[in-house]
């Protein structure tokens, strides 16, 4: 069973820059594609990246040119790089494959002030 533990969120001022990480406990990148999503208050949780060994990455439209989504196999992260920070990117992010799976870790809170 795959664990997913988060970090990273905070709180920032819009047009900053925060790192989450995603530790996964075991070493799945070469077998699973997998994704970052995030749920705001009163949505659904929706993917924003993607990162497939074979497909590389995919960025919802509106984190486009924003977020970048990369993966450490030696310390079995899954990262997401995300500047320009927008109020509307406020949600807490969580990690897990793509599709997901049933298993959620606890997310990291990241909330961006105007």
């Known amino acids: 069973q795959v664990q997913l533990v988060e970090s990273g969120g905070g709180l920032v001022q819009a047009g900053g820059s925060l790192r989450l990480s995603c530790v996964v406990s075991?070493?799945?990148?070469?077998?699973?594609?997998m994704g970052w999503y995030r749920q705001a208050p009163g949505k659904q949780r929706e993917p924003v990246a993607i990162?497939?060994?074979?497909?590389?990455?995919n960025y919802a439209t509106s984190v486009q040119g924003r977020f970048t989504i990369s993966t450490d196999n030696a310390k079995n992260t899954v990262n997401l790089q995300m500047n320009s920070l927008k109020p509307e990117d406020t949600a807490v992010y969580y990690c897990?494959?793509?599709?997901?799976?049933?298993?959620w870790g606890q997310g990291t809170q990241v909330t961006v002030s105007s």
């Open positions: 897990n494959l793509y599709p997901p799976s049933r298993l």
């Open positions: 075991t070493n799945i990148f070469s077998t699973n594609a």
């Open positions: 990162i497939s060994s074979t497909r590389g990455t």
